[in-house]
């Protein structure tokens, strides 16, 4: 089969589209003819050397996909070949064919192409999982997403508007709040001219964001604290601003304030917090909207998996909305 292959860690050119060896459908997993993948940001922390590869997962890049199923392994229940699907994936996306847990399945939601699809399952999980299943965002909370034209931030805007919390986000041009306002979002901030702290104090009389969803890491971490009202919970799931910063206690104390820092793809398949566990409560709890239209996949473009190195440059220069889809031929 063919896939997106790298020549060693380095820019977007490393990149290239060659013949690669079949993926084996193991116990437990399913092959998936792969009609769409997804670019995040780990992949491009990948191509750089940045993100080692899981152990047992492919040397691919992608992290998402959505196809057809082809093949169904042993002890596998509830999937026949044929399904129309879109999966999380530990890697191997950009391919023309993935293996894929069966328990990382989720089925293409009605009233959504199958290609668009693959926008869904990164997004949704990384959500539901740390916005609602740990940071416990509820009805009436001031949430406050960085990047909210990003595949994340749109996701994150959707369903936390949906779940009734009063949404805040940052993003860097007047064109991208405007779309974050169309998804709902009621604070808009352009962290090129504003300090997003001081803005979400005035906005809300003082009172902060209940939770925040930080894809910065390192650079944003003293003011997301500050940005936290009493009690708040601050996820970080990104280090596009580093790794290191110092972290005030006694301000954390005070705020009786909480930190927590995930990942998606390291997580185990099973077990509490593992991504089984994540992908059957997106399907419970996020599929039903999705399905009705009140949360939708945002998608900026697709491009072919051999332009994959344009895709990631588009990426870098953090001028699209919402997701990039790389799709086979």
């Given amino acids: 089969m063919r896939a997106v292959t790298t020549s060693g860690p380095g820019g977007p050119d490393v990149l290239g589209w060659g013949e690669v060896p079949d993926p084996v459908c193991g116990p437990g997993e399913v092959l998936v003819d792969v009609a769409a993948s997804a670019v995040n940001r780990a992949d491009l922390m990948q191509r750089q050397g940045h993100?080692?590869?899981?152990?047992?997962?492919?040397?691919?890049?992608?992290?998402?996909?959505s196809g057809v199923v082809a093949e169904v392994g042993a002890d596998v229940v509830g999937w026949s070949v044929g399904d129309e699907v879109c999966a999380l994936l530990a890697g191997g996306g950009y391919a023309?064919?993935?293996?894929?847990?069966?328990?990382?399945?989720?089925?293409?939601?009605?009233?959504?192409?199958?290609?668009?699809?693959?926008a869904l399952p990164e997004v949704t999980c990384t959500v539901w999982s740390n916005v609602f299943m740990l940071a416990g965002l509820r009805r009436g909370d001031v949430f406050l997403v960085h990047g909210g034209s990003s595949g994340i931030g749109t996701m994150a805007i959707q369903l936390a508007v949906r779940?009734?919390?009063?949404?805040?986000?940052?993003?860097?041009?007047?064109?991208?709040?405007?779309?974050?306002r169309e998804l709902g979002a009621e604070v808009t901030i352009d962290y090129r001219q504003e300090d997003f702290v001081e803005r979400l104090r005035a906005a809300t009389g003082g009172h902060g964001a209940d939770v925040v969803l930080?894809?910065?890491?390192?650079?944003?971490?003293?003011?997301?604290?500050?940005?936290?009202?009493?009690?708040?919970?601050?996820?970080v799931i990104g280090l596009q601003g580093g790794t290191r910063a110092e972290l005030d206690l006694g301000r954390l104390l005070a705020k009786r304030a909480t930190v927590h820092a995930t990942a998606l793809r390291s997580r185990p398949l099973?077990?509490?917090?593992?991504?089984?566990?994540?992908?059957?409560?997106?399907?419970?709890?996020?599929?039903?909207?999705?399905?009705?239209?009140?949360?939708?996949?945002?998608?900026?473009?697709?491009?072919?998996?051999?332009?994959?190195?344009?895709?990631?440059?588009l990426l870098e220069s953090s001028t699209h909305i919402g997701k990039v889809l790389l799709v086979p031929g």
């Fill in 214 to 235: 930080d894809n910065m890491g390192a650079k944003y971490l003293a003011r997301n604290v500050d940005a936290l009202a009493t009690g708040g919970r601050l996820v």
């Fill in 163 to 180: 779940a009734g919390a009063r949404v805040a986000t940052t993003a860097g041009s007047p064109e991208k709040l405007a779309f974050c």
């Fill in 270 to 313: 099973d077990g509490p917090g593992g991504k089984a566990e994540i992908v059957a409560a997106v399907r419970h709890e996020v599929w039903p909207d999705v399905e009705r239209g009140v949360v939708r996949p945002i998608v900026d473009r697709r491009l072919p998996m051999s332009r994959a190195a344009e895709a990631h440059a």
């Fill in 51 to 65: 993100y080692p590869v899981p152990p047992g997962a492919s040397p691919v890049l992608g992290l998402e996909c």
């Fill in 96 to 118: 023309e064919r993935v293996a894929v847990p069966a328990t990382q399945l989720l089925p293409r939601p009605s009233g959504v192409e199958l290609a668009t699809a693959a």
